[in-house]
Nanobody, 128 residues
Framework: EVQLVESGGGLVQAGGSLRLSCAASGFTFDDYAIGWFRQAPGKEREGVSC????????YYADSVKGRFTISSDNAKNTVYLQMNSLKPEDTAVYYC?????????????????????WGQGTQVTVSS
């Protein structure tokens, strides 16, 4: 059974940091790229970042470049999203998702429809 389990969300003040984790199981981790998405109330789900487990390529949305860092521990089948300098506009439910590594590209990575598996999400709230 494929599972993606997010953790690490919470409440933090503006300027603070959080590290999200996405633990994957039930598929060959090295064959997939893991993306982070977020959805704020009343808004569409948007791509935040993505990492290819096969070659380590990383992608970021412009809104988080320089503040967020994605990384992967292939031995643990886990992807992390280190979020620094958090802003109130980062408040959202954060989801991780998996897509075939061969499909990931600078164009494809932010598209929700490219992803095969999704986690349940973790809430991140940034207070001003």
């Amino acid at each position: 059974e494929v599972q993606l389990v997010e953790s690490g969300g919470g409440l933090v003040q503006a300027g603070g940091s959080l590290r999200l984790s996405c633990a994957a199981s039930g598929f060959t981790f090295d064959d997939y790229a893991i993306g982070w998405f977020r959805q704020a109330p009343g808004k569409e789900r948007e791509g935040v970042s993505c990492i290819s487990s096969s070659d380590g390529s990383t992608y970021y949305a412009d809104s988080v470049k320089g503040r967020f860092t994605i990384s992967s521990d292939n031995a643990k089948n886990t992807v992390y999203l280190q979020m620094n300098s958090l802003k109130p506009e980062d408040t959202a439910v954060y989801y991780c998702a998996a897509e075939g590594a061969s499909k990931v590209s600078v164009v494809a990575w932010p598209k929700r429809e490219e992803y095969d598996y999704w986690g349940q999400g973790t809430q991140v709230t940034v207070s001003s």
